[in-house]
């Protein structure tokens, strides 16, 4: 069996070869043998069965198997003879070739995908000007006054009035659909924000106008996707009774309050809340900062100035998803007449590619630097970040967890937050300059 390996460049390698009839019968002999050891076929004992019965059998399975012990035996002889190790590769081997001849043979051909050899330079040289965001007075007092606001407690305006918009109405209502009450659509003394949207739409903007003590039917129609299906549509009539109307009170921004905003800590003032808060709002404006200006504009830099080599099958991979994305937000008649256009789908995918080809790119880039600057995320800081979200969204963090592992995108995830440590450290050492 003899076979060709070339390197295109440093990160696209070919091996081709021609599979002789000869090396497939030897194959098919391999695995039939090994296969007839384990089977089990009425009216032969287990492990008993002729190879040449498991032959016929089997013989489509068996042929399949005896061809991919070839091929992995070539890509094999390749990547030793191309000095290329399974650490090298970037995803999986394409086979872009897989001619069978009339006298047995297959004529193969596999691309192979490697990691560029990313040379850095003076990555440093490249990277933005940094500012110290600095933390005014003004809206260090602003914070503190949105805080005081929040934590203050409703209560009960001093002159009747109708309510308005943004009001806290404090009802009682009972929900019916075909004059049966339903579960879950009865509370008494329920303090509801108009404008808040926490109900269901239309229900908030009939409680404006009401009267203390007025009761009145408010008719609604359930949404089509409402969480239970048996409301989900349908029309629905609340009998309400507003009791009074509550508001804000003032929030008193003194000791008192701030002890209670940080818990657990002595001796609290409204000084030490002050230092807490430009703490807080000095970091949120520098992750902000970075996030939206600075690492963009770094990698975009790094993108443009540096040269090498790129994996074709992990461009095309990147510009099949760019493309499927794009087609997700397709009308069906759009879609079809695509699907009738080749020529189209050539246009859009050329179209897409230099996007593709900067990301694949920026993702070497961002690899070549955690190892430069020695950093590195781990499997439990991944795992953390998650449990984080999931609970942020009232989800089980080991289901999302599981989700993600099932999907693949734990990868992307483990990449993304790398990048995200790596250009940090960088952005901060020259802030600290």
């Known amino acids: ?80 003879e191309l000095n290329i190790t399974n650490e090298d590769l970037v995803g999986e081997p394409s086979i872009t070739k897989f001619d069978k001849k009339e006298d047995g043979s297959i004529d193969v051909e596999v691309s192979v995908a490697c990691k560029p050899a990313v040379e850095l330079g003076d990555y440093k040289s490249f990277l933005p000007e940094v500012e110290d965001k600095a933390i005014d007075a003004k809206e260090i007092d602003a914070k503190l006054e949105e805080m005081a ?17 943004q009001d806290h109405a404090l009802i009682d209502f009972e929900g019916f659909v075909d004059g049966v009450a339903f579960d879950g659509g009865k509370a008494e003394k329920f303090a509801l924000h108009i404008g808040s949207g926490s109900f269901i739409p239309g229900f908030e903007d009939q409680v404006i106008g009401m009267k203390y003590d007025e009761e009145k039917d408010i008719t609604v129609t359930f949404p089509a996707e409402y969480q239970s299906a048996d409301l989900a549509g349908k029309e629905a009539v609340f009998k309400v009774k507003l009791h009074e109307i509550q508001e804000k009170a003032a929030g008193e921004i003194n000791d008192e309050f701030a002890a209670k905003m940080l818990p657990g800590e002595e001796n609290v003032t409204v000084d030490t809340l002050k230092e807490k808060l430009e703490e807080q709002m000095k970091a949120e404006a520098k992750n902000k900062y970075y996030r939206e200006e600075l690492k963009p504009a770094y990698l975009e830099t790094l993108v443009e100035k540096l040269t090498f080599a790129l994996p074709s099958t992990v461009v095309d991979q990147e510009v099949n998803q760019a493309l499927n994305n794009k087609v997700r937000s397709m009308s069906e008649d759009e879609i079809k007449a695509l699907q009738e256009d080749a020529a189209k789908v050539e246009e859009m995918r050329e179209e897409l590619k230099e996007d593709a080809q900067n990301s694949v790119k920026a993702t070497f880039i961002v690899d070549a630097l955690a190892k430069a600057e020695s950093v590195d995320v781990t499997d439990q800081e991944v795992s953390q970040v998650l449990y984080y979200e999931a609970m942020q969204m009232g989800q089980n963090p080991q289901d999302v967890l599981k989700q993600y592992q099932e999907a693949g995108y734990l990868p992307a995830i483990k990449m993304s937050m790398i990048e995200e440590k790596v250009i940090t450290k960088l952005l901060d050492e020259k802030l600290a300059k």
């Open 149 to 165: 606001a929040q934590s203050a407690p409703l209560t009960k305006i001093a002159r009747k009035r109708m309510v308005k918009d």
């Open 1 to 80: 069996m003899e076979f060709k390996a070339n390197k295109v460049d440093e990160a696209n390698a070919v091996v081709s070869a021609t599979i002789t009839k000869e090396t497939i019968d030897t194959n098919l002999d391999k695995v039939a043998k090994q296969a007839a050891k384990t089977m089990d076929i009425q009216g032969f004992r287990k492990g008993k069965v002729p190879v040449a019965v498991v032959k016929q059998r089997y013989a489509d399975k068996l042929t399949e198997d005896a061809e991919g012990e070839a091929l992995r035996a070539i890509l094999a002889d390749g990547l030793k």
